[in-house]
């Protein structure tokens, strides 16, 4: 049979990228042909910039050179601009006459410079700015001449204008608002913003309306008059004044447009057969001249033209960044306000920075940022999440970015580090090779960047250093994962959340029904979506669904962790920190027996054997079932140890018996599976010895009873945990944090700590179920006494003694 | 010489898991049955750090190594883009229910 034939008018970043996301989920489906007016492959016009600033060649923004398109089978015509379509006959005619017939026609014809229509705007000399020929241009008109002339102090223009300046042209800006940026900045910024361009040598004409370009002798523009009647010399004029979608051509054909090609939520235009993308598709009466919703309506549109029949397009937030080297400028959503909003302002003019923060009931809704824009990324997810602050409101302008605060030097600003900063503490990876990378391989997005240069694949301390560096350097096209909605992995479109609704609302009990459920892509998932699900299926259906070793980390199957060199540690547990002679006697023989070479006391209060062989793991467990100790799951996302001080037992200054505590807690979560790992403290006094501030639950004595702190971590980013409630006896202790740890363990995403948790669905929301609502707060703590009766130690049911066999085959390897 | 041993009968690897066998004359080998009962056979080292690749998560034809996460090619031994690396493959086969490896 013969394919069906797909046409791409536009060869740019949106229709490309539509092309790459099809190619991606159906390769086979179409033969496709692009017609591109341009004499270029398709490159990343907001990198037009850089590239005026001599910063990048033209070689350095191509994101698909002439081989991609061959190698995946396209025909592309370069230099072609088409001027008909022929809906009966379902075909393209070009300017030079080719044709193409098409089943589908992709339009993605971007959008149109808005020239004035100003006497003098067709004079030799006056560019606008919006390909690489404009760009050329300007390059070329700076090598010779002295005066320039921007009209329009957008984005776009004052780029230009930058440009410009550092290829050493004298350079006015005209602009008719009042302030410039006026779409995206306030007054306040603008003003500031305005003060740092002067500096770099820009000269601004605010509430400017050109009335006339002037010929000089040559025939070339010689210079601008305004209606005021000054006059500004001007061998270069570019026409920055915003731009307008190119519909034209959709319109000759007939296809309803309005400031735009209008398109439904599946970018489809009101002919089935024909789709619309980028800057000249208007969607839900927005047409967008940013690429991060290109990005998004691309990733549709392939959907729909793969005959997925998934996904829509719901419209998108923007956020914009000014390109402009040493300047830094952020804006996103509603920075204005307005009714209902209230405003959070912080401004230090004489270090030149404002953050603005506009909230409405408490979310985000738009900001506003210049000098310090570490945390517009953190802002702009808080926005496309419709994240709740309303507790952390009184600091969200002093920033804590989202970074990890080690590894780094406590780094937070990546645009002013040098190429040989680390920026990644734990693969070694330096800002100039991330930067190469970005721009070798055209990456876009933080996953593309991890997979390339590993650095914030690890720990993820660095994430928001990463972020900022590829924000700066692809501009406008990069949009933080909206976390909410990220799908858990490659073998699916669903996100964690969707995932548990799933398996709990449709009784899944086990990883093919889900995986079919959902429609997953893959047959057996992958090594990040196998151990979620595993974790999700025992802990929504605990005693129903099947635990699958398979799926499980390795340490989490071998009950051991598994260390650089292949062998294991091991580490027993010793309840709320305590031991007893025999027990240190029974460790001491096994670290003799098994030759460990390593023993180390942990940060948990335990005795860790390091470098143990895998095929010694069964004996060393039965070893310790005979000294009657189990495992102290140092290995798993499960409860790790809880952490106690001397307490009130012996301790002069304690008031509570927290060793007491510790114990009866650890002994009740023993064998707890949780979506990471967990820890607790108990302090028998606000001195707290026991380190329960940074513990994902610290329990602390006073006198009168117990303070409860949750979501504390300790890790990549520290992270002091917050109050919870005050409880006065050992059961409501147990009580309340069991009940705070089971809606953990019901709702949070795999592999999310209990601080990401609280963030994620607020404290405020967490205190509803456990702490006020005392009939729910029962019912979570009887749900995880359920999940954890009939545990049973996993070393007990697989050590084996000398001389069984038994389930150490499954530890040994086969002799050759 | 290439030789055909006698492994273990197939039932002694779990699915989506893997046994190791070692022998004086070669490193550790890991056998990998993945979910569609396919065998395989590679050198039990992830050219990245060397990890123990028969201790990863099996997932389709591929292993995530337990050290990293680089993802390797039961077939070639190659890791999946953008990593780069190999790790030797050997040749397997299975007879009447009966696991054998060509060392």
Not at chain 1, 42 to 68: C, F, K
Not at chain 1, 171 to 191: N, S
Not at chain 1, 536 to 557: G, K, M
Not at chain 1, 584 to 601: C, F, G, H, N, S
Request: hydrophobic residues 40%.
């Amino acid at each position: 049979m013969d394919k069906m034939k797909l046409v791409l008018v536009g060869n740019g970043m949106a229709g490309v990228r539509t092309l790459e996301e099809l190619l991606k989920i159906a390769p086979d489906m179409y033969d496709i042909t692009v017609f591109g007016a341009e004499p270029h492959p398709n490159y990343n016009r907001i990198l037009l910039s850089p590239v005026l600033a001599g910063e990048m060649t033209v070689q350095d923004i191509i994101l698909n050179d002439h081989s991609w398109y061959a190698d995946n089978g396209i025909r592309l015509h370069t230099g072609k601009r088409i001027t008909q379509i022929d809906r009966r006959a379902r075909k393209v005619v070009a300017e030079d006459g080719t044709e193409a017939e098409y089943d589908r026609l992709l339009l993605a014809t971007g959008s149109t410079p808005f020239i004035l229509p100003v006497p003098g705007a067709d004079l030799p000399g006056v560019v606008a700015y919006r390909d690489i020929a404009d760009t050329q241009a300007m390059i070329e008109a700076s090598q010779s001449r002295m005066h320039a002339v921007v009209i329009g102090a957008g984005l776009l223009g004052l780029e230009a204008a930058n440009g410009l300046i550092l290829r050493g042209m004298q350079v006015h800006v005209i602009h008719l608002a009042e302030w410039i940026m006026e779409r995206q900045l306030d007054r306040t910024a603008a003003g500031l913003l305005q003060k740092s361009l002067e500096a770099k040598g820009m000269q601004f004409h605010m509430g400017a309306q050109t009335a006339e370009l002037v010929r000089g002798e040559s025939g070339r523009v010689c210079a601008v008059r305004l209606k005021s009647g000054e006059s500004i010399p001007a061998d270069l004029v570019v026409m920055a004044a915003g731009i307008r979608p190119n519909a034209s051509l959709a319109e000759q054909a007939g296809l309803y447009c309005n400031r735009g090609v209008v398109v439904n939520d599946t970018l489809q235009t009101y002919d089935p057969r024909i789709y619309a993308v980028g800057e000249c598709a208007n969607h839900r009466g927005t047409a967008y001249g940013l690429v991060a919703p290109l990005f998004e309506q691309a990733k549709v549109a392939a959907n729909h033209l793969a005959m997925y029949g998934i996904g829509r397009y719901l419209g998108s937030v923007t956020s914009t960044k000014l390109k402009v080297t040493g300047i830094d400028v952020f804006s996103a959503g509603n920075f204005s306000g307005g009714e209902g909003c209230e405003d959070l302002i912080l401004s230090d003019p004489g270090i030149g920075v404002y953050k603005r923060v506009v909230l409405k009931d408490d979310h985000i809704v738009g900001a506003v940022m210049i000098g310090d824009t570490a945390d517009g990324p953190r802002m702009f997810q808080m926005i496309r999440d419709n994240q709740n602050v309303a507790e952390i409101r009184d600091h969200l302008l002093f920033g804590n970015s989202n970074l990890g605060d080690v590894g780094h030097k406590g780094e937070n600003q990546a645009a002013k580090l040098p190429d040989s900063t680390e920026i990644c503490g734990c693969n070694g990876v330096c800002k100039g090779t991330i930067v190469k990378t970005i721009k070798e391989k055209g990456l876009f997005t933080l996953e593309e960047v991890r997979k390339h240069t590993k650095a914030s694949s690890s720990c993820g301390s660095c994430t928001g250093l990463v972020e900022q560096i590829l924000a700066s350097c692809v501009g406008g096209a990069y949009t933080p994962a909206d976390s909410t909605t990220k799908p858990v992995c490659a073998c699916t479109e669903h996100a964690h959340g969707e995932v548990r609704k799933a398996i709990r609302e449709q009784h899944l009990t086990s990883m093919p029904a889900v995986m079919q459920t959902l429609g997953w892509k893959t047959p057996d998932g992958c090594a990040t979506c196998r151990p979620a699900l595993n974790y999700y299926l025992i802990s929504t259906w605990p005693h129903e669904a099947q635990d699958d070793p398979q799926s499980r980390f390795v340490n989490e199957r071998a009950h051991a962790n598994i260390q650089k060199d292949g062998s294991y540690s091991v580490v027993p547990r010793m309840w709320g920190g305590l031991t007893t002679p025999a027990e240190l006697r029974a460790i001491a023989d096994a670290a003799e027996k098994y030759q460990v070479p390593t023993i180390k006391v942990t940060g948990g209060q335990r005795i860790d054997l390091l470098g143990v062989k895998k095929t010694d793991l069964p004996k060393i467990w039965a070893d310790f079932a005979d000294a009657g100790m189990v495992s102290g799951h140092a290995y798993g996302k499960s409860l790790r140890t809880v952490k106690t001080c001397v307490g009130a037992e012996h301790c002069r200054f304690g008031t509570q018996r927290s060793m007491e505590m510790g114990v009866k807690l650890e002994k009740m979560l023993f064998g707890m599976w949780s979506p990471h790992k967990v820890k607790l403290a108990v302090s028998g006094c606000p001195r707290n010895c026991a380190e329960a501030g940074i513990k994902d639950v610290g329990v602390i004595g006073v006198d009168s009873g117990y303070e409860l702190y949750v979501a504390g971590n300790g890790g990549i980013k520290t992270e002091v945990a917050e109050f919870f409630c005050k409880v006065g006896s050992d059961e409501e202790v147990m009580e309340y944090s069991g009940a705070f740890l089971q809606l953990y363990r019901e709702e949070g995403y795999y592999l999310e700590r209990t601080v990401h948790f609280v963030h994620r669905v607020g404290l405020d929301y967490v205190k509803s179920k456990v702490v006020e609502d005392g009939a729910n707060r029962k019912a979570l703590f009887e749900r995880l006494l359920f999940a954890l009766q009939d545990y049973k130690d996993p070393w007990a049911e697989r050590g084996v003694r000398d001389g069984e066999a038994g389930l150490r085959a499954a530890f040994e390897n086969i002799p050759a | 010489m290439i030789k055909w041993k006698r492994i273990c009968p197939l039932t002694d690897i779990p699915q989506r898991g893997s046994r190791v066998v070692s022998g004086p004359d070669h490193d550790d080998i890991a056998i990998f049955r993945s979910g569609d009962d396919q065998l395989f056979a590679v050198h039990d080292k992830c050219p990245h750090k060397g990890g123990p690749l028969s201790q990863g998560i099996v997932h389709g034809h591929q292993v995530t190594c337990p050290l990293h996460s680089w993802k390797i090619e039961l077939t070639s031994g190659n890791a999946v883009a953008p990593d780069v690396g190999c790790t030797q493959p050997f040749a397997v086969r299975l007879e009447d229910g009966v696991v054998w490896l060509a060392i």
